[in-house]
T-cell receptor, first 113, second 114 residues
Framework: DAGITQSPRHKVTETGTPVTLRCHQT?????MYWYRQDPGHGLRLIHY???????DKGEVSDGYSVSRSKTEDFLLTLESATSSQTSVYFC????????????FGSGTRLTVV | DQQVKQNSPSLSVQEGRISILNCDYT??????FLWYKKYPAEGPTFLIS?????DKNEDGRFTVFLNKSAKHLSLHIVPSQPGDSAVYFC?????????????FGQGTTLQVKP
């Protein structure tokens, strides 16, 4: 499998607190993505990065920020967590074996109480 | 506005029979389509894909059909096996490079009964 790991795997946090999720890759891919998965909505793109310090918004970026200071790490931050951000978050990188496809991490289940 | 739609949230089939999962899209610029499979507590994994220049792609028990005029694609699994029970997402993208963003449907949960 492609080297992509997410941490933490599970997190419970309180409303209003900041939360940072980490995605780490060992594949030296330029592009990295953050998605959230919710019932009835499938996978929706939050933010993506096309290089160190180069990021852009996806379709559901409100309330989220990202940073990429190194090729291998892509961080997703919820500045002030809300209950609507309870979700499963997936990081993805390009899949060398499948043109135009992604390899996904195992996900982070975030619960905001 | 949902550009990729999977209108059936769930599907149940008997082992050995055919499973047909459907997906519709609205953006005529999409030129590449993929299906992903997801087990609980795991990330989605690539299953099969099809370019818009084709109308069919087959890989073992899995076949994807593309009807561009109807903006519709389907995934056929024959024969279905209990291990195929999972959530299936269709995805679409466009652009000339391999860096185009994937747009996903809502997913269909397939249950294959022994």
């Amino acid at each position: 499998d492609a080297g992509i790991t997410q941490s933490p795997r599970h997190k419970v946090t309180e409303t209003g607190t900041p939360v940072t999720l980490r995605c780490h890759q060992t594949e030296n891919h330029r592009y990295m993505y953050w998605y959230r998965q919710d019932p009835g909505h499938g996978l929706r793109l939050i933010h993506y990065s096309y290089g160190v310090k180069d990021t852009d918004k996806g379709e559901v970026s409100d309330g989220y920020s990202v940073s990429r200071s190194k090729t291998e790490d892509f961080l997703l931050t919820l500045e002030s967590a809300t209950s609507s951000q309870t979700s499963v978050y997936f990081c993805a990188i390009s899949d060398r074996r499948q043109p135009r496809g992604y390899t996904f991490g195992s996900g982070t289940r975030l619960t905001v109480v | 506005d949902q550009q990729v739609k999977q209108n059936s949230p769930s599907l149940s089939v008997q082992e050995g029979r055919i499973s047909i999962l459907n997906c519709d899209y609205t953006n005529s610029m999409f030129d590449y389509f993929l299906w992903y499979k997801k087990y609980p507590a795991e990330g989605p994994t690539f299953l099969i894909s099809i370019s818009s220049i084709k109308d069919k792609n087959e890989d073992g028990r899995f076949t994807v059909f593309l009807n561009k005029s109807a903006k519709h694609l389907s995934l056929h699994i024959v024969p279905s096996q209990p291990g195929d029970s999972a959530v299936y997402f269709c995805a679409a993208t466009y652009g000339s490079s391999n860096t185009g963003k994937l747009i996903f449907g809502q997913g269909t949960t397939l249950q294959v009964k022994p």
